[in-house]
């Protein structure tokens, strides 16, 4: 069974713009594994390569090749680190990206930072996850350029997202994260009312009906692997939450 190192904290709304406050609410429960196909053929980074039936879009070890199990509310934080990884082949320690987040100013939350791990009960919980849109800040300190996106401002922003967007994002190497309904993805609940859990998207395997998951909440998730339905009714339920990052 897996076991999350999310829990539930008390998040401050963000005053800047519509977006989720990652790893709320996240309620531990064990993925159902997926077996992949054999002689699945992975798509290169940037490269035409396909498969007769379908295509792979990005690169299905990068949600194993850095993967670390969080210790703290920090989903966000995790999949960040993941990104950095794939960019500079250099992954930092779950203690440094939090020690970046809680000097990093927050855009969603002005007067807060990034992230707060005062998560003692006693006072009331009164730290907060991450901001989805704030994981830029983040990504910016590593050079890394990135964009975010979601239902309501994707027009506006001219930044495209849902499932064509991200394999086309996916396709040309770049890194993807959203904010997922943990209960759809670990429990094959049904579509929910927000998301509360941030995960990176490494590839998109049409051929054989799977989405890889940089997912840092178990001890079983390295590697996780859920149908596309299944990801879709998860990313949808917090209105496809889409941080892309890379040049």
């Not at 998040?11 to 159902?32: E, F, I, L, M, Q």
């Not at 993967?67 to 680190?81: E, H, K, P, V, Y």
């Not at 250099?90 to 005062?118: F, H, N």
Request: negative net charge; hydrophobic residues 35%; aromatic residues 6%.
């Amino acid at each position: 069974m897996a076991t999350s190192a999310a829990a539930a904290t008390t998040s401050v709304a963000p005053t800047k713009r519509v977006s989720n406050w990652g790893c709320h609410g996240v309620d531990p429960a064990p993925p159902t594994p997926i077996a992949a196909p054999p002689q699945s053929k992975v798509r290169a980074k940037n490269g035409p390569d396909s498969q007769p039936a379908g295509q792979v879009y990005g690169d299905p070890e990068a949600a194993s090749r850095y993967w670390a199990q969080q210790s703290q509310s920090d989903c966000g934080l995790m999949a960040t680190r993941l990104v950095v990884a794939e960019e500079t082949g250099d992954a930092p320690t779950e203690a440094q990206m939090i020690d970046l987040a809680k000097k990093t100013p927050s855009e969603c939350s002005p007067g807060q930072p990034v992230y707060d791990d005062s998560f003692d009960p006693s006072d009331g919980g009164t730290g907060h996850g991450t901001c989805t849109a704030d994981l830029m800040l983040l990504l910016k300190h590593y050079g890394i350029d990135s964009k975010y996106s979601n239902d309501s401002e994707a027009t506006d922003t001219g930044v495209a997202t849902g499932l064509d967007a991200l394999k086309g994002y996916l396709g040309d190497g770049k890194q993807a994260i959203v904010c997922v309904n943990s209960s759809t993805i670990w429990d094959g609940a049904g579509k929910g009312s927000d998301c509360g859990h941030l995960v990176t998207v490494a590839a998109i395997d049409t051929a054989a009906d799977l989405v890889y998951l940089g997912d840092s909440g178990g001890d079983d998730t390295q590697g996780e692997k859920v149908s596309i339905d299944t990801f879709e009714t998860a990313w949808a339920a917090g209105g496809h939450e889409l941080v892309v990052a890379g040049s």
